[in-house]
């Protein structure tokens, strides 16, 4: 039966060709849909790499046109770090965690590059705040100060594209064009440190290759703002905020502060990442009620206009279950070669990379898809077909 | 075997000596609207002998088709009882009737009724898919054997539009016989031919009837091949007259 199945909707492939293509179609929005959603539920159960619970943002500025001095910005963090509820603070460059702001680039080890990479700039104190998850080695300290080249930690990512499987620690890499000759030996950056895979841009985002180069003791830059990271006592709450903020006025009047909670930041960037993939899976909603709804109506003028041959095949000993199934097993034939179309399209997106994404949730997607589309078909079909068992065949055979 | 080779020709059956593979007691059949009740067959009794070869005959209305669609069990009488082979199948389940109709049934139809998206030969397979235990080649052999004896052999990777009429009633023909049915139902099977094909589907007919014994009961207006038969049922506003 399946080959007379086969060979009756090969022989109607013109008559098909729509809804083989209306089946197409479905199949690559939902598979669209489905790997951005199956990518984004991978990022979101994947841990972040660090502990932003308790850690609240400090921004630190000191007004138009003026510049801090880098001793009365270390006087405010040692005034801050003494406020009872605060646990360490660590300063750090303005691309804190879930906020729109970035500093990437891309660097360079024996003419292998890096993907393109977030930097950040953190001191000493940095991960008794954030809690980066050391892999190997260890975090800045004081001995760093004797460094000839630029003490960083990288992530594991970014070990793996810059070393491979080999060793890291004690290497020295620079940006992918240095610009000077002889480098300068700030930015040549000597690995201290791996840890973890860390995303800092949302909840849903893939982890991105990252690198903090230390930020000197020493550093005589002066700085327009200041950023922050405070790590608090569990249940701190606007009191805290309060009184971080006087601290900061009581060192200098003319600087002004602001406090953030890095967990609220993060609900706000969620919200920010979510309305896109919501409009997307709304519009794909759309498409595909639609194309259910365009099947359902290609069905049933399908079997309107083959009663005859349903009368047909009654006489010949067809059952009325055996008719409504012969339908539904046509609808899956040719479900199978809209399906077969997509998939074949939707397989070059793992083998090609597309968007640097691993295979696996390309992989996932179009089985989703597929899945969706054979039971979106199956419950068009389902009616139609139960209408065609239900026809009585006397009266069908009269119709021609 | 080709038409014009009939040579061992079967003594006819005698209609009241020969076992009845068909009988219809007390028929009736009453299409019911809300407005209007219309009775298509009134108190029908008919017995139909293994190997016999009957034309109902009768003007348009009169219930011809309407008693071929009950003996065929494609529609229910709204009373009295259907026996085959002496078994009354009131009592059947759509599966029993759907195989009954399988084993034993062939149906030609004056608008042949082929499917135009299939071949010639899968046209003729058709009932031999609802057949259980039935392979594919076993299928295809039978059905080839069946288009042998239609004399249709050449055409069967041909579609139904690339046939002439006759040709087409023919392929019709030879589907009915794929199965190898006891009984074979032609409603108006000349009704959409010339005099010429007519005759020829006529021949092939009595042909099968003489030779194989196969029992035909043909749905005619032609007086003329109607006399060709055995036995001429006529029908006038759903009862028998004769």
């Given at each position: 039966?399946?080959?007379?199945?086969?060979?009756?909707?090969?022989?109607?492939?013109?008559?098909?060709?729509?809804?083989?293509?209306?089946?197409?179609?479905?199949?690559?929005?939902?598979?669209?849909?489905?790997?951005?959603?199956?990518?984004?539920?991978?990022?979101?159960?994947?841990?972040?790499?660090?502990?932003?619970?308790?850690v609240w943002r400090l921004e630190v500025r000191a007004g138009q046109n003026r510049k801090m001095p880098r001793a009365?910005?270390?006087?405010?963090?040692?005034?801050?770090?003494?406020?009872?509820?605060?646990?360490?603070?660590a300063l750090t460059s303005g691309n804190v965690p879930f906020i729109f702001n970035t500093n990437n680039s891309v660097f360079e080890y024996q003419g292998k590059k890096s993907p393109v990479t977030n930097y950040y700039h953190a001191d000493d104190q940095y991960n008794q705040v954030m809690r980066l998850h050391l892999r190997e080695g260890r975090w800045f300290a004081p001995i760093d100060d004797g460094s000839h080249h630029r003490p960083v930690v990288i992530s594991q990512d970014l070990r793996e594209s810059l070393f491979g499987n080999g060793p890291a620690l004690g290497k020295?890499?620079?940006?992918?064009?240095?610009?000077?000759?002889?480098?300068?030996?700030?930015d040549q950056f000597l690995v201290t440190g791996v840890v973890d895979p860390v995303r800092m841009e949302s909840d849903f985002s893939a982890p991105i290759p990252s690198m903090w180069q230390r930020l000197l003791p020493y550093d005589t830059t002066h700085w327009e703002t200041a950023n922050v990271l405070v790590r608090v006592a569990p249940g701190s709450a606007g009191e805290l905020q309060e009184k971080i903020a006087r601290t900061v006025?009581?060192?200098?009047?003319?600087?002004?502060?602001?406090?953030?909670?890095?967990?609220?930041?993060?609900?706000?960037?969620?919200?920010?990442t979510l309305v896109p993939v919501v409009g997307l899976c709304i519009i794909g909603l759309f498409l595909i009620v639609n194309g259910a709804l365009g099947l359902f109506g290609v069905l049933w003028y399908n079997i309107s206009q083959r009663r005859a041959e349903i009368g047909l095949r009654r006489a010949m000993g067809a059952t009325g279950a055996g008719i409504g199934w012969q339908f539904l097993g046509e609808m899956m034939v040719v479900t199978t070669f809209g399906v077969l179309l997509g998939g074949m399209l939707a397989a070059q997106f793992p083998l090609l990379h597309a968007?640097?994404?691993?295979?696996?949730?390309?992989?996932?997607?179009?089985?989703?898809?597929?899945?969706?589309?054979?039971?979106?078909?199956?419950?068009?079909?389902?009616?139609?077909?139960?209408l065609a068992?239900?026809?009585?065949?006397?009266?069908?055979?009269?119709?021609e | 075997m080709s038409l014009a080779s009939v040579s061992q020709v079967r003594?006819?059956?005698?209609?009241?000596?020969?076992p009845a593979i068909l009988k219809l007691t007390d028929i009736e059949k009453i299409y019911q609207t809300k407005t209007i009740e219309t009775v298509a067959l009134n108190r029908v009794n008919l017995t139909i002998g293994k190997g016999e070869f009957v034309s109902i005959m009768g003007p348009s209305g009169c219930g011809k088709s309407t008693l071929l669609s009950i003996i065929g069990l494609l529609d229910e009488p709204t009373s009295g009882t259907v026996e085959i082979d002496g078994r009354p199948v009131a009592a059947y389940s759509d599966r029993e009737l759907a195989a009954l109709r399988n084993q034993k049934i062939g149906f030609v139809f004056q608008s042949y009724h082929l499917i135009n998206d299939l071949s010639v030969l899968d046209n003729v397979e058709l009932p031999l898919l609802y057949r259980s235990g039935v392979g594919g080649k076993e299928r295809q052999q039978r059905a080839l054997a069946a288009l042998d004896k239609v004399g249709l052999s050449a055409r069967t990777n041909h579609f139904p539009s690339q046939l002439s009429g006759g040709q087409r009633q023919r392929v019709a023909i030879a589907r009915a016989l794929a199965g190898g049915p006891e009984l074979i139902l032609a409603d108006e099977p000349t009704g959409n031919l010339d005099s010429v094909m007519g005759e020829e589907i006529m021949d092939l007919l009595l042909t099968l009837n003489r030779e194989d014994g196969v029992t035909i009961v043909m749905v005619t207006h032609d007086e003329h091949q109607a006399q060709k038969t055995e036995r001429v049922i006529r029908f006038f506003d759903g009862s028998q007259v004769s």
């Open positions: 039966m399946l080959r007379h199945l086969f060979t009756l909707i090969w022989n109607r492939k013109q008559a098909n060709a729509l809804l083989i293509s209306e089946i197409f179609f479905s199949f690559v929005v939902l598979f669209g849909v489905g790997a951005v959603l199956i990518t984004a539920a991978r990022n979101f159960l994947a841990p972040h790499g660090f502990d932003y619970d308790q009365e910005l270390d006087d405010v963090l040692r005034q801050v770090q003494a406020v009872p509820g605060v646990r360490m603070v020295i890499f620079t940006w992918e064009n240095p610009g000077k000759d002889p480098i300068n030996y700030q006025a009581g060192v200098t009047r003319q600087w002004t502060s602001q406090v953030r909670v890095i967990n609220d930041e993060r609900l706000h960037r969620r919200r920010y968007f640097n994404l691993p295979a696996q949730p390309y992989l996932m997607a179009i089985g989703a898809a597929a899945a969706a589309v054979y039971a979106i078909t199956a419950i068009c079909a389902w009616q139609p077909s139960r068992a239900a026809i009585q065949p006397a009266v069908a055979l009269r119709e | 003594p006819l059956p005698d209609a009241a000596t020969a």
